[in-house]
């Protein structure tokens, strides 16, 4: 009996051992690019033979990837907190009330969480260029918050749901105001959701790349992820393969972060808001 | 006391402001809190709607109306009106449909390997004994890493000379220049990232099937596999058709690899890749626009069928009612 | 920042920016001057048009001040970078460093401004023919060409002590190489974007063809450019070509061979200076030659590249911008550039000044001249009196974009068939009517 347990523990043990290899040989590889130096780049190792932080150095060196960085960063945010701040309103109405065009709502958030980006590139081109927000953060921002406001909608409202509301009710009977309810007793409680639907806006939007090389020309609104194309390397003669690594090193680091510490909450946001509906 | 429908919400009191609406006006309490509620709904939901449709909705019809047109902004004098003449340069290029053809090509086989990869991965996640936690974050950084990051990354591995999986090889192999192992790189790519998404959506439905009903199966003698397919697939179905469904849709839409990868060359272009092209270096809006329409229409299409034919559930479109 | 980003935007462009520009305020402080006028000049990376610039900037004597705005590697990229800018209404680029075959384009959309009286004759005075017409567009000059470029034979001659006069004569060299298990490769751009087609217009244009007619309207692929087309395939489906030929560009072939993988490159002059720069010991056997002949006895036709500088329609500053982009094509400056990034001038004298660098001393590897830093300058010129101009036609990108697609991969061609689909696509291309691939 010991043995069979210990005989199935091992091979759960080497599958998992499996699906790490998997996930992490691309990160791993990527990141032993950024700390190769410049000789052996190309020598085709899969660790680096020399280590250096130069390409790190390089990168931060110039503006041009210190000033995608503030716009992705600063992007990221405005729209995740807009998104999430608009989601909860939304998500509250349909969790809780009963108005007409809610099936509207739901049904045009689901479009849109399926509508094809590209067919918006296009049309936004010209419209920004005619607003004068072509290049410019909000007009990154307003695309971002579209395509955000399914996913905060859809996976908000699965939390709130979940809200036990009643304890509310017996707050404001117990002689809470109706303020004092809600932050008592409601905004911890919805809390995280709204915090989980947060990372989950961002990692959208810090994901995009379309957008991102379409509606942009500068380093005025050019977010990492296109700006890594642009890169031309620290001489005409010289491919930039340790800065972009180093670069996509940089820009991976909030991800690890938000799966090291919010993994559970992570698997929650996404299961919850994409099956329970 | 314990509320799961959502329907329970509606019992008048609960919403804020509405004892202040009833008190001023003298109307029946109940149609007054029912008119209150509406408002209030209403305005919650206006800024994510006008956004939504904003953003969306007038683009798309835009598109529509520029997609009739003659309009290369390196021509500025050519801008006309031209009736459904794009409709027909694109539908009648070859272009078109071979990336069309290949958009179609890997989807499915992305798909495709991502179910079967995604539903281990899921069993994985669900059952493993041992170090469960440490594999699901680990798994969940595919997930969360940028598309384009992922791109480089495998990019990288596969240039002659400096990727450790072209060595592997062998000397002289390109395996980007061509258009078959091209195509076997960028599903690689799609697949890494995206089978974790897969397999987390699959993992809710697997939190659905009872416990005892295995057991039950189990005593009565059923393999593993026959549970498999007799008892955990069909209390899936639903959460695996949404999942197919989204990945699908998203699938469809594949830019961010191809263009790190390729950026379209040997036949490898998805149609969002020459959407791109036509747009930003053709300067092309009728052409480009035209082709924003043709696929937004296929993506409904693809929708439609999932929805209609294979009688996927689309998510929030009960309200919560199927469990 | 502030004052150069805002100034000449719309006023919801301005609002824009200033609602979402709170926190790159910080970061962007850095451009614009504070000397006031700046003239933004956007071109391909050059290590070191810097100096050039700095050189412009003095000669300004604080008038205004010239930003070297890098671009992009590809030139694919460069010219999406502008055109979409330019498209967007983008006031704030000057000077425009224009590949040679964008010229046309640039001018039919109204972005580059003709050159008219002083400034046209300063800008055409003692340019070579073939530079020159590159930056001529219905008679009327858009550009002022600040580099011109043509494709050599660069080979190395402890391989092959004799460089091959014909194709022909290489793919034999190369096969006898390849035999006695030496570097045998015959390198040049086969990747699927415009250095395909720089290949592909040599040959036609060598075996007296031509893809398009001289006003660049109609489609023309006679007799030469179906040969052209048999040669291409034939040499990429040799075995003699390098395993990841249709992934190379400039700078992967100038690699390959730097390497020691190939005996035989096809490329433009700039391989001499990063080569004088990498491999200095070897550098006495790096040799070069005029483009071997497609049809022997028939001189080889090189494709003519390189920039020419343009100013913006949208520019605020036009005066000062044509001072600018004079200045940084002047004969003194290119022949610093040819000597330090190995650009070959468009300024005929340029090649012929054998000053140094520090005219007081004499010339040195310290203090080089033309003659140190450039000893292939008589072959370029001899090839630039040969050479062949792409068709000069604002729908010149679409068309590339056709041949280089429909070419890639070159062993895939068939010459009947393959010409007959550049027939029909570079028809709809030219009237910017049909899809881009």
């Known amino acids: 009996m010991a043995t069979a347990t210990t005989g199935r523990k091992v091979t759960w043990g080497v599958l998992d051992l499996l699906v790490i290899a998997f996930a992490l040989i691309p990160v791993l590889w990527i990141l032993s690019l950024s700390f190769k130096t410049k000789d052996t780049l190309t020598d085709g190792s899969f660790w680096p033979q020399q280590w250096t932080l130069k390409n790190y150095a390089d990168i931060f060196q110039t503006s041009e990837f210190l000033r995608a960085l503030v716009n992705s960063i600063g992007i990221a945010i405005i729209s995740t907190l807009i998104a999430v701040v608009f989601g909860t309103m939304a998500a509250y109405a349909i969790a809780r009330l009963e108005f007409p065009g809610k099936r509207l709502l739901v049904g045009l958030s689901l479009l849109i969480a399926m509508f094809p980006q590209v067919s918006l590139v296009t049309p936004l081109f010209n419209i920004e260029r005619g607003l004068g927000l072509f290049d410019t953060w909000p007009g990154l921002i307003l695309p971002y918050i579209t395509f955000a406001l399914p996913l905060s909608i859809y996976t908000l409202s699965a939390f709130f749901r979940e809200i036990p509301w009643e304890l509310e009710k017996a707050a404001k009977m117990d002689g809470a105001t109706p303020a004092q309810a809600f932050r008592k007793v409601i905004a911890p409680l919805a809390a995280p959701g709204v915090f989980t639907t947060a990372i989950l806006v961002f990692i959208l939007c810090w994901n995009d790349f379309l957008f991102a090389i379409s509606l942009t020309s500068t380093t005025a609104s050019r977010t990492v992820p296109a700006a890594l194309s642009f890169f031309t390397g620290s001489s005409q003669f010289e491919d930039p393969t340790g800065q972009v690594s180093a670069a996509a090193v940089v820009i991976t680091i909030p991800i690890i972060i938000f799966v090291l510490f919010f993994q559970r909450r992570i698997v929650a946001g996404l299961t919850s808001g994409a099956v329970k509906g | 006391m314990t509320v799961q429908n959502p329907s329970a919400a509606t019992e008048p009191g609960v919403v804020d402001g509405h004892e202040v609406v009833s008190h001023r006006k003298s109307r029946p309490a109940l149609s007054e809190g029912k008119r209150a509620e509406r408002r209030l709904g209403l305005w919650l939901c206006a800024p994510a709607f006008i956004v939504m449709i904003a953003v969306t909705g007038y683009p798309i019809v835009y598109s529509i109306w520029l997609s009739l047109q003659r309009y290369d902004l390196r021509f500025p004098a050519q801008h006309e009106f031209i009736g459904f003449a794009n409709y027909a340069a694109v539908l009648t290029n070859s272009y078109w449909w071979t990336s069309f053809g290949i958009t179609m090509f890997l989807t499915v086989v992305s798909v495709a390997i991502e179910f079967v990869l995604g539903m281990a991965l899921a069993l994985l996640l669900h059952r493993t004994l041992v170090g469960r936690g440490l594999v699901r974050t680990v798994a969940l950084i595919p997930y969360g890493i940028v598309t384009v990051v992922a791109a480089f990354s495998w990019y990288f591995a596969w240039t002659p000379k400096t990727g450790y999986l072209a060595n592997a090889l062998g000397s002289g192999a390109a395996p980007l220049t061509d258009q078959w192992p091209s195509l076997f790189i960028i599903i690689l790519a799609e697949v890494w990232k995206t089978t974790p998404f897969m397999a987390l959506l699959l993992m809710a439905g697997l939190a659905l099937v009872p416990e005892d009903l295995l057991k039950a199966a189990s005593m009565d003698g059923a393999s593993a596999w026959q549970r498999f397919t007799k008892v955990m697939l069909p209390v899936m179905k639903p959460a695996i058709l949404v999942a197919l469904l989204f990945r699908t849709l998203d699938a469809f839409r594949i830019f961010d690899n191809i263009y790190v990868l390729t950026s379209g060359a040997q036949d490898t272009g998805s149609v969002s890749m020459m959407t791109y092209d036509n747009l930003v270096k053709g300067l092309n809006l009728g052409i480009g626009s035209t082709m924003a329409v043709l696929i937004f229409i296929t993506v409904a299409i693809i929708a439609f069928l999932f929805i209609k034919v294979f009688g996927t559930a689309a998510p929030g479109s009960d309200d919560g009612g199927k469990r | ?437």
């Not at chain 3, 979402?20 to 003239?39: E, F, M, P, R, V």
């Not at chain 3, 004597?61 to 498209?87: H, P, S, T």
């Not at chain 3, 290489?170 to 040049?188: E, T």
């Not at chain 3, 060598?206 to 692929?221: A, E, Q, R, T, Y």
């Open chain 3, 1 to 437: 920042m502030g004052k150069k980003r805002l100034r000449g935007r719309s006023p919801a462009r301005a609002g824009a920016l200033l609602a979402a520009g709170l926190l790159t305020t910080g970061l962007l402080t850095a451009c614009g001057g504070s000397s006031g006028l700046t003239i933004n000049v956007y071109y391909s990376p050059e290590d070191h048009f810097q100096t050039v610039v700095d050189n412009c900037n003095k000669a300004a004597g604080g008038r205004y001040r010239i930003v070297y705005n890098k671009l992009q590697r590809g030139a694919d990229d460069q010219r999406i970078q502008m055109a979409r800018r330019l498209a967007a209404g983008d006031t704030s680029m000057d000077v425009l460093g224009l590949d040679v075959t964008w010229v046309s384009e640039f001018a039919e959309a109204g972005w580059a401004e003709e050159w008219t009286g002083q400034n046209k004759a300063k800008a055409s005075a003692g340019v070579l023919q073939g530079p020159l017409e590159t930056a001529t567009y219905n008679g009327k000059l858009y550009a002022a060409p600040k580099n011109t470029n043509v494709q050599l034979l660069w080979y190395d001659d402890r391989i092959t002590p004799n460089p091959p006069k014909t194709w022909d004569e290489m793919m034999q060299m190369s096969r006898q190489l390849k035999d006695a298990g030496k570097p045998y490769s015959i390198v040049f751009t086969g990747a699927q974007y415009e250095g395909l087609v720089v290949i592909y217009n040599t040959l036609v244009a060598s075996l007296g063809g031509h893809i398009l007619s001289d006003d660049g309207k109609s489609v023309v692929m006679d007799a030469g450019a179906v040969q052209a087309l048999q040669l291409l395939k034939q040499v990429s489906s040799s075995g003699l070509t390098d395993p990841s030929l249709t992934n190379q560009k400039e700078d992967d072939v100038r690699q390959t061979f730097q390497r020691g993988d190939a005996a035989f490159e096809l490329n433009w002059p700039f391989v001499y200076a990063s080569y004088a720069e990498e491999k200095p010991k070897d550098l006495s056997h790096f040799k070069w030659a005029v483009y071997p002949e497609a049809k022997a006895g028939m001189p080889a036709k090189s494709t003519i590249g390189g920039f020419d500088l343009a100013v913006s329609t949208l520019s605020k500053h036009k005066p000062q911008a044509f001072e600018a982009a004079l200045c940084l094509r002047s004969a003194e400056n290119q022949k610093y550039s040819a000597i330090n990034d190995g650009v070959p001038p468009t300024i005929e004298s340029v090649y012929h000044d054998d000053t140094p660098v520090n005219p007081s001393e004499p010339a040195s590897t310290a203090n080089p001249n033309m003659a140190i830093k450039y000893p292939m300058r008589d072959t370029i010129l001899e090839a630039l009196k040969t050479a062949a101009v792409r068709p000069l036609s604002p729908a010149y990108q679409n068309a590339s974009t056709v041949i280089s697609k429909v070419l890639s991969p070159p062993s895939q061609i068939d010459p009947q068939q393959t010409a007959q689909t550049l027939r029909e696509q570079l028809n709809d291309a030219l009237q910017s009517k049909g899809v881009i691939p």
